[in-house]
C-alpha cells in the first residue's frame, strides 16, 4: 500500500468528485427539464383556454348579425341570453366558456357630458349622471364636485372649473399623471378622476356599482328602453320614479317596445322622447374561457350596421 495506494486513492477521490459533479448535473438537468415540461403545458393550457374564449366571442357576435330584428333589440333575444357551457358540453373535458353581451345603449355615455367641440356641457347628459350619483346616495355637494371634475378631465382646456381638477391637481400628487383632455378610453378610467375612486367603491344591495350603468360609447347617447335597467330609465327624467320604470319592464316582458305609444307619459315628453331608442348597434361582449387551471378573459366592443358587426375594440386578458 503506501505509496503505490496514494495514486488510486487520488483516483477514487477524483472519481467520487465527478460523479458528486455528475449527480448535480443530472438533477439540474432534470429539475429544468420539468420546469420546462411545466411551462408548455401551462401555455399550452393558456392558449386553449383564450381559443375557448375567442370562439366565445365568435358565436356571441354571430348570434347578433343573425338577429333578424335589428329594428328592436330586447332581453329575450338570443344575443342576450348568457352562455355558460360546461366541459360536456364543449365536448372538451376540463373545459367551461361563459359568454354575456351587453348593449351598450343600456348605460349612460359618460364621454357625451361634454360635446364634440371639446368645451360645452351636455345638460341632458349631465343631469343623467347626476341623477345617477344620487341614485347611489351621493350628496348634492359632492356630485357638483364629481362632475366639474369629470368635465374637466374630458374637455380639452385645462382651466379649472370652480369645483373641478385639472392637470395642474394632478401634477401634485405622489404619483403625477396629466388630465386625458379627451373622451375616456374605457369607464375604468374613471379611477384617475379626482374624487371618483371612492364613488367606483359604493354599491347597490345587489352587488352593482356605477360602473355597470355607464359606457364610453361610442353612442349617439340615446338609450334603448328595451334594455336598460329601471335605474337608468330614472336617469331621464325626474318624474321618472321607480314605479314607472319598472312599469316600463313589466310592459316590455309582455312584448318589446317598438315606438313610445305605451310607454308611461314621462317617456314621451318631447326631452325625453327624443332620448330614447327601441334598438341598439353597439354591444360589449365578453368571455372566459376555462381550461384545466388556466383562464382567458376577452372582451369586444361591437358595432353592427346593418346585418353586419364589426369589432371595435378587442381587449385580452
Ligand atoms: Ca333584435
Ligand atoms: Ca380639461
Redesign the pocket.
Known amino acids: 500500500m503506501g505509496r503505490k495506494g496514494e495514486p488510486s486513492g487520488m483516483a477514487l477521490l477524483i472519481t467520487l468528485l465527478i460523479m458528486l459533479i455528475l449527480a448535480v448535473l443530472v438533477n439540474r438537468f432534470a429539475f429544468a427539464t420539468r420546469v420546462h415540461i411545466a411551462a408548455a403545458v401551462n401555455s399550452r393550457d393558456q392558449f386553449q383556454a383564450e381559443c375557448l374564449a375567442l370562439s366565445g366571442v365568435e358565436l356571441a357576435l354571430a348570434l347578433l348579425e343573425e338577429?333578424?330584428?335589428?329594428?328592436?333589440?330586447?332581453l329575450a333575444?338570443p344575443?342576450a341570453l348568457s352562455r355558460e357551457l360546461s366541459g360536456e358540453e364543449l365536448g372538451l373535458p376540463d373545459a367551461a366558456l361563459a359568454v354575456r353581451v351587453e348593449d351598450e345603449s343600456a348605460k349612460i355615455d359618460i364621454n357625451r357630458v361634454v360635446k364634440e367641440d371639446g368645451s360645452t356641457t351636455d345638460e341632458f347628459v349631465h343631469r343623467q349622471l347626476d341623477r345617477l350619483l344620487e341614485i347611489f346616495g351621493i350628496s348634492s355637494d359632492q356630485r357638483d364636485a364629481l362632475l366639474d371634475c369629470l368635465e374637466d378631465w374630458l374637455d380639452e382646456d385645462d382651466l379649472q372649473k370652480l369645483n373641478g381638477a385639472e392637470t395642474a391637481f394632478y401634477q401634485g400628487l405622489d404619483n403625477p399623471y396629466v388630465a386625458r383632455n379627451g373622451p375616456l378610453r374605457s369607464t375604468g378610467e374613471l379611477v384617475l378622476v379626482k374624487g371618483w375612486k371612492e364613488v367606483l367603491d359604493v354599491r347597490l344591495d345587489d352587488g352593482r356599482t356605477i360602473l355597470d350603468f355607464l359606457t364610453t360609447g361610442p353612442t349617439d347617447g340615446t338609450i334603448n328602453v328595451n334594455t336598460a335597467s329601471p335605474l337608468v330609465l330614472m336617469t331621464l327624467a325626474t318624474e321618472i320614479d321607480e314605479s314607472s320604470a319598472e312599469q316600463v319592464v313589466t310592459l316590455r316582458e309582455e312584448a318589446?317596445l317598438t315606438g313610445p305609444q305605451l310607454l308611461p307619459p314621462a317617456f314621451r315628453k318631447k326631452g325625453v322622447q327624443s332620448h330614447i331608442r327601441f334598438?341598439?348597434n353597439l354591444f360589449s361582449v365578453q368571455a372566459e374561457g376555462l381550461f384545466r387551471r388556466a383562464a382567458s378573459r376577452v372582451v369586444v366592443l361591437a358595432k353592427r350596421e346593418e346585418d353586419r358587426v364589426e369589432v371595435l375594440r378587442r381587449r385580452v386578458d
Open positions: 338577429d333578424d330584428t335589428p329594428e328592436v333589440d330586447h333575444e344575443w318589446p334598438n341598439s
